[in-house]
């Protein structure tokens, strides 16, 4: 069964940091772009960040460079959503999917298709 599991999540006082998993299991994730997405309470999914498979090229929402950091391990069939200085509207269900070229989502000024998303796993950043 192909399955995107995200981890790390948790409470963070603002101005921490979380580092996000999203393994894969039932496939290799070297062939796929991943893209890591959030829902926060009353708001729709948004797009946070991407990277690309061919050539790892990255991909930001413009209000979270610089904070948020993508990366990817594929020997350990992960890829990895650094979060630095955290803010209380970070808050939310921080999704993971595979992705390939298309418009049903802008990260940046590049366009993908989501094929799967992970179950989620909920960022809470408060004092």
């Known amino acids: 069964q192909l399955q995107l599991v995200e981890s790390g999540g948790g409470l963070v006082q603002p101005g921490g940091s979380l580092r996000l998993s999203c393994t894969a299991s039932g496939f290799t994730l070297d062939y796929y772009a991943i893209g890591w997405f959030r829902q926060a309470p009353g708001k729709e999914r948004e797009g946070v960040s991407c990277?690309?498979?061919?050539?790892?090229?990255?991909y930001y929402a413009d209000s979270l460079k610089g904070r948020f950091t993508i990366s990817r391990d594929n020997a350990k069939n992960t890829v990895y959503l650094q979060m630095n200085n955290l803010k209380p509207e970070d808050t939310a269900v921080y999704y993971c999917a595979t992705l390939w070229g298309g418009s049903q989502w802008y990260i940046g000024d590049r366009g993908w298709h989501v094929g799967s998303w992970g179950q989620g796993t909920q960022v809470t950043v408060s004092s």
């Open positions: 990277i690309s498979a061919s050539d790892g090229s990255t």
